[in-house]
């Protein structure tokens, strides 16, 4: 008879991050730093760590033994995220609790985060590849560099060997190539669109979540450690009009329009 693969224990962590809805129209607060948020503006999961924490529960549904911490840094709204990941099927959540409202620097939440987990024996970190408002995708590596772990960026395929302790990861590269590597656990991943499709919460998991005591660890703006940038100001960007108006017939126009987009590279 076949040998049936011996049972392993791992932690995950998947970061999260709660952000204004895509849609909600932009207005930038009085002191230009930030946008203006008030008591009626939308929330959401940041779309791109909905990705990370499928790919967790996808492994976890591969790998019975394995349970799932999910964590995100803010103010009071940043709870929220984690709830919605609660709601989906992780195990745990934890909320570091910052003061500051508004922009927080990518290093000030890699730093707290990696601070958490320090002794947390976590197998497997991921998020999402970048914030849906930031869009820096810093994170995920600061993380990795903090604890000293491998990081893959851009992950669109995983698969783990726990017998092994490696995790075999292929990543988006430009020109729709890949790029292949195994990492030794433990390992920081940041995951991209499309690897999965996250699913909804389940009412008894979003039950579950209400009842259950989530993990707090308050941060006063004393203990963050200094940001490595500052937001100097918001802008919104001028809005202008530029375009070429194509002339002559209808074949002089699609040879002139053709060789534009070979130009700019569109068309090759």
């Given at each position: 008879?076949p ?21 909600t ?8 730093k ?5 008591k ?12 990370a ?8 549904e ?8 999910v ?5 009071a709204i ?12 992780a ?10 409202e508004?922009?927080l620097s ?13 002794d ?13 408002d ?6 995920g ?22 017998n092994?302790g ?26 991209q669109t499309?690897i999965n ?6 009412l008894?998991n ?14 006063s ?7 490595k ?20 017939t209808?074949q ?11 130009d ?5």
């Amino acid at each position: 008879m076949p040998s049936t693969p011996r049972a392993f224990t791992m932690k995950i962590l998947v970061c999260v991050k709660q952000v204004i809805e895509s849609e909600t129209t932009i207005r930038i607060d009085d002191s230009e730093k930030w946008i203006h948020t008030d008591k009626s503006t939308p929330y959401r999961m940041n779309r791109f760590d909905e990705f990370a924490v499928e790919e967790a529960l996808l492994i976890k549904e591969k790998f019975p033994y394995v349970t799932i911490d999910v964590i995100s840094v803010g103010p009071a709204i940043s709870v929220m995220a984690v709830k919605r990941a609660l709601g989906m099927g992780a195990d745990h959540g934890i909320h570091i609790i910052t003061e500051q409202e508004g922009y927080l620097s990518p290093y000030v939440t890699a730093s707290l985060i990696a601070s958490f987990a320090q002794d947390k024996n976590f197998d497997l970190i991921l998020a999402g590849v970048m914030a849906e408002d930031h869009m820096q995708g810093q994170v995920g590596p600061m993380i990795a560099e903090l604890l000293s772990l491998p990081c893959a960026t851009s992950t669109i395929f995983e698969r783990l060997s726990p017998n092994n302790g490696t995790v075999y990861v292929e990543r988006e590269i430009e020109g729709g190539l890949r790029d292949t590597l195994e990492l030794s656990l433990p390992a920081v991943l940041t995951i991209q669109t499309g690897i999965n499709k996250p699913r909804y919460p389940s009412l008894s998991n979003v039950l579950r979540a209400k009842k259950q005591k989530m993990e707090t660890i308050e941060v006063s703006s004393s203990e963050q450690p200094e940001p490595k940038e500052r937001v100097v100001r918001l802008a919104l960007p001028k809005k202008s009009r530029s375009g070429v108006v194509l002339e002559g017939t209808q074949q002089e126009k699609a040879a002139q329009l053709l060789q534009i987009l070979r130009d700019k590279s569109i068309l090759t």
